[in-house]
DNA sequence: GTTTACTTTCGATTTCTTTCATTGTAAAAC
DNA sequence: GTTTTACAATGAAAGAAATCGAAAGTAAAC
């Protein structure tokens, strides 16, 4: 038996049982342990299973994709100094718009002891951490709740933005790269974004250096459409230079 | 069992259930408490559920002990007993609009286990509250946030809701009596119900005992406009056949 | 005969789990 | 309101099993 036939076969077997062992497929296969494992290492890079501390499980019953309450939680430090950075960029006074990305929840709790300010969101996250804050105008457009970014998302609330004049615009990413621009995840959470970086006078990513050189489904906007992209010192710095070389300025916090 | 079958059975459990004890895990994975402890630190980690003493609860039963409103929900029977009987009237593929009351978030509990439901409501609390239930759609209309109702109110929303046809409305109100018909506390939040009330087909209040009689600062409708009224059996007689002789529907739970 | 791809052996390490003693906590009983 | 009381959490230590790295073995291909 070769090695490609080994792999389909246990494939197989993860797709029938659900769950392998690697005691049990050393001893159908009739070769060592240590094969074995290399071989459950191979398909796992290739997503195929997910690999488990004496065997291996069907990516179906693997942990759950990552929610907006998970994201949330993951590199929290870094967040939170680009979330004070952009916050920093926000006078008194202003219209401000920030999307339903965690980077942008991180700046709306560094507005918190802020007044008189007018936000923009189609994040209920976002409202809803402002939620007793009377100084701050929270304002949302229609839609329909999209449960994955909890977020309003629908044309009819571009229409209704429209009539406001937004200064600053701060948008996430799914990735940033020279050729395709900003890129997301979703197509209808795209389209907002799209409308929306028409509409603000000064767009600004923020982005932690995970996202720099990634490529999403949709692309939002180009580099041509930014004016500041906020991210983190971990941020591979030939990239960041190639996009200031593109007119685009970058802060590093 | 492997860790991540073990982890992805105690968050099944969790979604099921909504909480889970450490001994109950133990007994029935068959690990020691000490594991269940591991297992429960690492998932609440990565913010996949809430660690309690004793067990865990849902990362989405946690967001409600945030919200006042639902708090005080739970603990009025009669205001879920008034829930039910709203949530009965509704059927699969309806549109219906729920407003930012209490008793209206108490329909909205009673729908959850339903599908191909449209769901059009100004409440955030009510958004939340259906958040992760993608068998149902929601849709809110555009709207400033207003922080004591904890909904998006303003006249660009009105625009939005009207491409909608939606069937039933169900409306909390601050008092219901002969003379003034529907009233409010606020005069904005009365402003959208209006507009509601003559959009929808059938207008349903959801109101407790202690509503009868009272008068608010602002009516939203007359008395001619409703069609049924849900109410608990503390309502005064005497009010409720004067409103039934007036042609209005009263329903006694 | 050498190269290449695959596999094995064998310690050293790591992971997972348990036990036990100690400390901490929630809520009932006073 | 405080004191009990029963249960829960934590830290340390240890054992069993699985994994990893590196070197060596095997067999087909060039």
């Known amino acids: 038996m070769y090695l490609e036939e080994r792999r389909q076969a246990i494939l197989n077997l993860i797709a029938n049982h659900g769950r392998v062992s690697v005691s049990d497929l050393s001893a159908r ?14 398909l796992a890079e290739r997503g195929l299973l997910v690999r488990t501390y004496g065997g291996a499980i069907s990516t179906t019953y693997s942990l759950q994709e990552l929610s ?3 994201r949330r939680q ?6 939170q100094r680009i979330g004070a950075a952009g916050a920093a960029l926000i006078a008194d006074g202003e219209a401000v718009f920030l999307d339903s990305s965690s980077t942008a929840l991180a700046v709306a709790q560094h507005l918190k002891s802020r007044r008189d300010l007018t936000l923009v969101t189609n994040s209920l996250v976002i409202a809803q951490e402002m939620l007793g804050l009377t100084e701050i105008t929270v ?9 994955d970014t909890v977020s309003l998302i629908g044309p ?8 406001y004049h937004i200064r600053k615009g701060f948008f996430g990413a799914y990735g940033l790269s020279l050729d395709a ?9 795209s389209e907002i974004k799209r409308a929306l970086v028409e509409l603000c006078h000064t767009v600004i990513v923020v982005a932690d250096a995970t996202k720099w050189g990634r490529v999403g489904v949709t692309s ?3 580099l041509a459409d930014v004016d500041t992209v906020i991210t983190d010192d971990q941020a591979p710095s030939d990239l960041v230079a190639q996009v200031r070389a593109a007119g685009v300025e ?3 916090v």
């Open 29 to 42: 296969f009739d070769v060592s342990e240590v094969t074995i494992r290399a071989d459950l290492q191979a």
């Open 68 to 70: 907006l309450l998970q």
């Open 74 to 79: 993951q590199h929290i430090p870094e967040k």
């Open 139 to 147: 304002v949302m457009p229609g839609g329909t709740l999209h449960h």
């Open 156 to 163: 009819d609330g571009l229409a209704f933005l429209e009539k």
């Open 181 to 189: 621009g900003l890129t997301d995840g979703s197509a209808p959470e």
């Open 220 to 222: 939002y906007a180009s």
């Open 250 to 252: 970058v802060v590093i």
